[in-house]
């Protein structure tokens, strides 16, 4: 007799298909990376990057509305520090006048009720490319933290609904917690890079940015690829330092460790598809041998399907296009 459970009763339409599938993914899912840079009218294209660019201040103002009226309501900043203000002591992080802290005031401007997450690290206003202080060889922690939890909050008062640290410090949200606490920003949030990997897929992005390291690697502060509790440890000292999100960074090569926090830990989850990731597909798709569309959105899928509520994503925008 043939089996009673025939498996493809439910594949056998387009419809019924629809009707089955248990992940979905839809605008709000995302949030969208962008680059910042200094001057007017500039549309920069990263060659690592294609499809992709660092705008001036008037030109993200313009892309913002685009993002906002295609249904994605989240972006992640960053911005292209120029050489002469980079120094080793983020001095210009902290500057209220600082390329972040306008391109905050602006994205707020022109599109007030986008939900603005700002970067804060050292690395793209550090004179060695490293996400902290430098002496000699090694990478300051508790002199980092003090710098970042000062630039968290100065990204606040500018208008940051959340502030994302992407530096793998020990202790660095919950010094950011307090900072913000006692400013009275209390409604600031924190999405933390709690399980970012040292990744030698971050290539394109350093190009992005100029902020490749000077020396050595980041391995001493960003976690090991072959670890999997360590993400948990980190995570849960991060909630419990006050992180109101947790991240996992990169996207597909890690997925089992989103699955594994996701059943774990009760906060929201955020995948970071990174540089790496978005240029292997769009090369594979230049050269003709991947279906460009078809895998970005099987990628965006499996990263949903694996625990994401929120996937920051470079291919936020055509994904969205593709929705229709
Ligand atoms: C640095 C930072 C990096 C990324 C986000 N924040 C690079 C790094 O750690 O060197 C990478 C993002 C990407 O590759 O898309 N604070």
Request: one cysteine or more.
């Given at each position: 007799m043939y089996p009673l459970r025939r498996h493809?009763?439910?594949?056998?339409?387009?419809?019924?298909?629809?009707?089955?599938?248990?992940?979905?993914?839809?605008?709000?899912?995302?949030?969208?990376?962008?680059?910042?840079?200094?001057?007017?009218?500039?549309?920069?294209?990263?060659?690592?990057m294609p499809?992709?660019?660092?705008y001036s201040l008037d030109l993200l103002e313009k892309e913002v509305k685009?993002?906002?009226?295609?249904?994605?309501?989240?972006?992640?900043?960053?911005?292209?520090?120029?050489?002469?203000l980079k120094d080793n002591a983020g001095t210009e992080a902290l500057n209220p006048k600082g390329l972040m802290q306008r391109a905050v005031q602006t994205i707020k401007a022109a599109?007030?009720?986008?939900?603005?997450?700002?970067?804060?690290?050292?690395?793209?206003?550090?004179?060695?490319?490293?996400?902290g202080i430098v002496e000699g060889t090694e990478i300051l922690n508790d002199e980092t933290v003090e710098v970042l939890a000062e630039m968290a909050l100065s990204?606040?008062?500018?208008?940051?609904?959340?502030?994302?640290?992407?530096?793998?410090m020990d202790g660095r949200i919950l010094s950011i917690r307090?900072?913000?606490?006692?400013?009275?920003?209390?409604?600031?949030?924190?999405?933390?890079?709690?399980?970012?990997?040292?990744?030698?897929?971050?290539?394109?992005?350093?190009?992005?940015l100029d902020s490749a390291p000077g020396f050595g690697d980041k391995k001493t502060y960003q976690m090991d690829s072959a670890n999997r509790f360590e993400a948990l440890e980190e995570a849960q000292a991060d909630i419990d330092e006050g992180a109101d999100i947790i991240m996992v960074k990169p996207g597909i090569c890690y997925l089992d460790i989103v699955r594994e926090l996701k059943n774990e830990i009760d906060v929201p989850i955020a995948v970071y598809q990174v540089s790496g990731e978005y240029?292997?597909?769009?090369?594979?798709?230049?050269?003709?041998?991947?279906?460009?569309?078809?895998?970005?959105?099987?990628?965006?899928?499996?990263?949903?399907?694996a625990g994401a509520n929120i996937i920051?994503?470079?291919?936020a925008k055509e994904a969205v296009a593709l929705m229709g």
């Open positions: 493809r009763r439910l594949r056998q339409s387009q419809a019924i298909r629809h009707l089955v599938r248990e992940t979905i993914l839809t605008p709000s899912d995302f949030l969208v990376p962008l680059f910042v840079v200094e001057g007017k009218g500039v549309q920069e294209a990263i060659p690592s499809g992709y660019f660092r685009t993002l906002w009226s295609m249904g994605l309501c989240g972006v992640l900043v960053f911005v292209k520090v120029p050489d002469h599109c007030p009720e986008m939900l603005v997450m700002t970067d804060v690290a050292l690395d793209p206003y550090s004179s060695y490319g490293h996400d990204h606040a008062q500018a208008g940051a609904d959340f502030v994302a640290p992407s530096d793998m307090e900072a913000l606490e006692e400013a009275d920003y209390t409604h600031t949030g924190i999405m933390s890079y709690s399980a970012k990997y040292a990744s030698a897929f971050y290539g394109p992005f350093r190009d992005a240029a292997m597909i769009k090369a594979a798709a230049e050269k003709g041998w991947l279906d460009h569309d078809a895998v970005m959105m099987e990628q965006l899928l499996a990263i949903k399907r920051a994503s470079y291919f």
